[in-house]
């Protein structure tokens, strides 16, 4: 199962972007997916996830700001940063938890992260 994450970039502040990523592989079906960050010097965090069933958890410093959905015919999670701050600087990873044929329990893959940078 691979993880591809796009969609990071340089804005200024009040700016917005959108994250894609796309799961591949032998996958019987995902479950939840999300997105975490982590800042230079500072440990990943959650920013936001999903069910399977679409409901939703975001941190409280994104909320009202991004929203995350997913597309489950295309294995693809988003994430819509709106209000962008100087504080969301980090690079996003996204997650998914998966259930393959090769194991019995859902296991969580990562994406390879990508870089968001907003400037005041």
């Known amino acids: 199962v691979q993880l591809q994450a796009s969609g990071g970039g340089s804005v200024q502040a009040g700016g917005s972007l959108r994250l894609s990523c796309a799961a591949s592989?032998?996958?019987?079906?995902?479950?939840?997916m999300g997105w975490y960050r982590q800042a230079p010097g500072k440990q990943r965090e959650l920013v936001a996830a999903?069910?399977?069933?679409?409901?939703?958890n975001y941190s409280d410093s994104v909320k009202a700001r991004f929203t995350i959905s997913r597309d489950n015919a295309k294995n693809t999670v988003y994430l819509q940063m709106n209000g962008l701050k100087p504080e969301d600087t980090a690079v996003y990873y996204c997650?998914?938890?998966?259930?393959?044929?090769?194991?019995?329990?859902?296991?969580?893959?990562w994406g390879q992260g990508t870089q968001v940078t907003v400037s005041s």
């Open positions: 592989g032998s996958m019987l079906w995902i479950n939840s």
């Open positions: 997650t998914a938890s998966v259930n393959t044929i090769a194991t019995i329990n859902p296991k969580n893959y």
């Open positions: 999903i069910s399977s069933g679409a409901t939703t």
